[in-house]
């Protein structure tokens, strides 16, 4: 493995799906832009905590309502223990990190680590140990513990691994922003003095940092009273002089900002969103992108296999499947469909339709992504369905434990399941991960998405659809804005009825009912090639090698290291 010169920093990351340390979007992403690097060759170390509990395992009882549990796993069976061991100081008290490792190969036999810090080691307390337990769990005080280990550990953990040469740190969200007061310590020109705003313009130098919400509750704020019991008084006077603090409180996504040289939003909308929310700082655009060799399915990765050799390394010949012929793409997707269906029948005992139109969506529970619209006129909906041979929906997600509107959500839809069933047959798939995310996006006829705009930010399970020759049909937000070409790529519901929940559900039940079962039920000709279409025109944009260059290019390439632009060079050149 090449030194990295690029620290990728994460609360969490998915790198597999027996490895429970992500929640969702968020780590699913950061596990993308890891399996791209590994694929480039690119010279990065990803670094994220270790959660022996996970985040939870879900369980609806029959009246929908959600039951959580631990999601225990041993982390040595899938993970690599290494020697070295670091001491940071956390609430007064030195606490022992161990470091463990996770190696992601590439297609070409490059790799990247990725490193999990763990606290539960017999040298803490019981507080310390449990602070790598779980994700997103506790109170104010567990979380700025866990940010403050995030930040200031990986630093240390780098270090004592060897890693002295790291160019860029890329900070995905604001959980890791404390790795700044790490920074500030070691690169001030003083050693023990006081930091100053020239130390802190080194600092900004090598940071990058990425903004992945528009929503107040997704970005963290802690009052400076318990960040001087939990960091300390010297990191709170640093705060406060260099003006990284907002009065009493720290915001971690003002501090990211104020520390970093390039600041980046998830998609283009979200970037306009973002310069409204920050209009002191300059946010450029990056949509995102999902790891098509990861999120290809059997069938369809097999079909690329043969019609365009070459694309796992290159996910831009993508483009090139519209010259595929559609009836091997039919026969794909039917392979991914009965999949789907298999999956289902053991997990549920519900035994779906292989004919019948089948819609996907599966998303976190919460209310501003709207998972149930499509339910909000129920006559109307099976009256649909009747028309065309009935209608299969299979939902999907998790919702927070304390989301008591997510979770009521989820109480909807099952519930609607029975008032339906026959002419809509309904599925709530229990305990979403990747590898339900991996087979409703491939078998599903069609992924239907419906936030609030202007809430999602980008948005990645539409792209996983495509990749798998599964249109979208989606409100106009996210990244569907730039991938939206409607009956080419699947279909937009009507901008002007975006936040307007009643137009919204009309407009989405008119496009079921006029456009797209029509075209599935008796077009078979236009709908194969609207899925083709997905693969072509989305599926060879909306990929993560694609992202990774860009942030080799615009975020990385300028950082203060020769090598780190040779490197951004040696991906562009691709």
């Not at 929640?23 to 694929?39: E, K, N, P, Y």
């Not at 860029?168 to 003083?190: C, D, F, I, K, P």
């Not at 399970?461 to 009956?487: C, F, H, Q, T, Y």
């Not at 694609?546 to 300028?558: G, K, N, S, T, V």
Request: charged fraction near 20%.
């Amino acid at each position: 493995m090449t030194q990295p010169l690029v620290a990728y920093v994460s609360m969490e990351i998915a790198v597999a799906p027996n490895v429970a340390t992500y929640s969702g979007g968020l780590g699913v992403l950061a596990g993308d832009v890891v399996r791209a690097a590994a694929d480039a060759g690119y010279p990065m170390a990803a670094v994220t905590l270790l959660y022996r509990d996970g985040y939870f395992r879900q369980h609806l009882d029959a009246d929908g309502l959600q039951h959580e549990e631990p999601q225990s796993w041993r982390p040595e069976t899938q993970l690599e223990l290494l020697s070295p061991i670091v001491t940071i100081a956390i609430s007064g008290r030195p606490v022992t990190v161990g470091i463990w490792r996770y190696t992601v190969s590439g297609v070409d036999g490059d790799s990247v680590p990725v490193y999990f810090l763990d606290t539960d080691r017999p040298e803490n307390d019981d507080a310390a140990r449990g602070l790598t337990r779980a994700l997103y769990g506790g109170d104010a005080r567990y979380r700025l513990e866990q940010e403050t280990l995030l930040g200031v550990g990986m630093v240390a953990a780098l270090e004592a691994l060897g890693h002295e040469h790291i160019a860029t740190y890329h900070m995905n969200e604001g959980h890791s922003a404390l790795l700044v007061l790490a920074l500030l310590e070691r690169l001030r020109a003083t050693p023990h003095g006081p930091p100053t705003f020239d130390d802190l313009a080194r600092v900004r130098e090598r940071c990058v940092f990425t903004t992945h919400t528009p929503v107040p509750a997704g970005h963290d704020c802690f009052g400076l009273d318990l960040a001087h019991d939990v960091l300390g008084p010297e990191y709170v006077t640093a705060l406060r002089a260099l003006g990284l603090a907002d009065g009493d409180v720290v915001n971690m996504t003002h501090l990211a900002l104020r520390a970093s040289h390039f600041t980046n939003a998830v998609a283009l909308k979200h970037g306009e969103v973002s310069r409204l929310m920050f209009p002191d700082v300059h946010v450029h655009a990056i949509t995102n992108g999902v790891h098509a060799g990861t999120w290809a399915s059997t069938p369809f990765g097999e079909l690329f296999d043969r019609h365009l050799p070459g694309w796992r390394r290159d996910n831009w010949q993508l483009r090139q499947a519209i010259g595929i012929p559609l009836d091997e793409i039919a026969a794909a997707h039917a392979v991914a469909k009965h999949a789907l269906i298999d999956r289902v029948a053991h997990a549920t005992g519900k035994l779906l339709d292989p004919n019948r139109f089948t819609i996907g969506l599966a998303r976190r529970a919460t209310a501003y992504k709207r998972n149930d619209l499509i339910l909000r006129d129920t006559e109307r909906l099976a009256a649909i369905a009747r028309l065309f041979g009935g209608i299969q929906i299979v939902f999907g997600g998790k919702a927070h434990p304390r989301d008591w509107d997510g979770k009521g959500m989820i109480q909807h839809i099952v519930g609607a399941a029975h008032a339906l069933s026959g002419n809509v047959d309904i599925v709530y798939v229990e305990d979403y991960d990747m590898t339900w995310g991996a087979a409703l996006t491939s078998g599903s006829d069609i992924w239907l998405n419906t936030p609030r705009p202007p809430n999602e930010a980008s948005g990645t399970s539409g792209m996983k659809a495509a990749v798998n020759g599964v249109p979208s049909l989606s409100v106009m937000d996210g990244w569907w804005i730039e991938g939206a070409l409607d009956g080419v790529t699947g279909w937009s519901i009507d901008a002007e009825s975006g936040c307007d929940d009643e137009r919204t559900a009309d407009a989405l039940y008119t496009l079921l009912q006029h456009t797209i079962l029509p075209a599935y039920v008796r077009d078979r000709q236009h709908y194969l090639t609207v899925m083709r279409g997905a693969i072509a025109f989305n599926a060879s944009h909306f990929n993560a090698q694609r992202m990774l260059a860009q942030y080799a290019i615009e975020a990385y390439d300028p950082a203060p290291a020769e090598d780190n632009r040779v490197a951004a060079k040696r991906l562009r050149a691709g």
